[in-house]
C-alpha cells in the first residue's frame, strides 16, 4: 500500500502564510506527478497545483502569484508554500500523487487531507 501524510494545516488570519507538506510512503515504485487540491464547505474539489517528476508546476489562476509548489524527489515529498492567504482559500487540503506500487499498478494516491482556514 502507498500512503500520503499531510501536515501543515490549520487556522491563520488574512494576509498570513503557511506551509503544506505531503510525503509518500510504503509500496512506491516511482511517482510522477504530485499535487494539491482543495474543497471549500459546499463545494466540489479543485486542483490548486502540480508539479511533475521534473519540477513543471501548474497553478489554479486563483493562486497564481501568491502558491508555490516544489517537490523533493529523493523524499517523496511535496510542498506547498501559501503566501497572502485569503478566506475564500479555506478548506481540506488533499495531497495527490500518481505513482506505480511494487505490483506495477499505477493508479492516483490520496492524502486524507489537511484542514486550512483563513479568517478574516
Known amino acids: 500500500q502507498v500512503q500520503l501524510v499531510e501536515s501543515g494545516g490549520g487556522l491563520v488570519q488574512t494576509g498570513g502564510s503557511l506551509r503544506l507538506s505531503c510525503a509518500a510512503s510504503?509500496?512506491?515504485?516511482?511517482?510522477?506527478?504530485m499535487g494539491w487540491y482543495r474543497q471549500a464547505p459546499g463545494k466540489q474539489r479543485e486542483l490548486v497545483a502540480t508539479?511533475?517528476?521534473?519540477?513543471?508546476?501548474n497553478y489554479a489562476d486563483s493562486v497564481k502569484g501568491r502558491f508555490t509548489i516544489t517537490r523533493d524527489n529523493a523524499k517523496n515529498t511535496v510542498y506547498l508554500q501559501m503566501n497572502s492567504l485569503k478566506p475564500e482559500d479555506t478548506g481540506v487540503y488533499y495531497c495527490?500523487?500518481?505513482?506505480?506500487?511494487?505490483?506495477?499498478?499505477?493508479?492516483?494516491?490520496w492524502g486524507k487531507g489537511t484542514l486550512v482556514t483563513v479568517s478574516s
Open positions: 495527490a500523487a500518481d505513482g506505480v506500487d511494487v505490483s506495477g499498478t499505477y493508479m492516483r494516491y
Open positions: 508539479i511533475t517528476r521534473g519540477s513543471r508546476t
Open positions: 510504503g509500496s512506491i515504485l516511482s511517482i510522477n506527478a
